[in-house]
């Protein structure tokens, strides 16, 4: 199963995402990626947000998990969505990183209609809104004292 990580960032009620064209459509994504192996969650999302939109990220809570079925095309992928309680520099595209077309700020009214990757947009409406606002707790380490 692959793991992919991403982060919400609201301004002003509209979301940090990334823009990309899939099928003469415009697709909005949230800013993160695939996780290698080894690598701890949090330190890739901190690394997705540098490499790709040249910002340093303070992590928050995991608001979101979803699962993503496997296609012919994708393999079975599990999407874990934290929060970004601040963002340090300017959002930027960085070309020699992303495929991403550009920044795109999508007001938080239109995400449960917008094309959004992963598609979260009506959970995340909710979230935002205050009607499910509540998180899980992140454990980095549940094996420290190493009983196993």
């Known amino acids: 199963m692959r793991v992919r990580v991403s982060a919400v960032f609201e301004r002003e009620q509209e979301i940090l995402c990334m823009k990309y064209i899939y099928g003469g459509k415009v697709v909005f994504a949230l800013p993160g990626g695939g996780v290698d192996k080894d690598i701890p969650l949090q330190e890739a999302i901190i690394n997705e947000w540098r490499n790709e939109i040249g910002v340093k990220l303070d992590v928050g809570e995991i608001i979101l998990i979803g699962e993503a079925p496997a296609t012919k095309r994708h393999p079975q992928t599990l999407h874990i969505i934290f929060t970004a309680r601040e963002i340090m520099g300017i959002p930027k595209i960085r070309p020699d990183s992303t495929r991403s077309l550009d920044i795109a700020w999508v007001p938080r009214e239109k995400l449960p209609k917008s094309p959004l990757y992963p598609d979260v947009g009506k959970q995340l409406y ?23």
């Not at 509540?134 to 196993?148: A, K, T, Y």
């Open 126 to 148: 909710a979230y935002l809104k205050g009607d499910s606002r509540r998180s899980l707790e992140f454990i980095v380490n549940c094996m420290e004292r190493g009983f196993w």
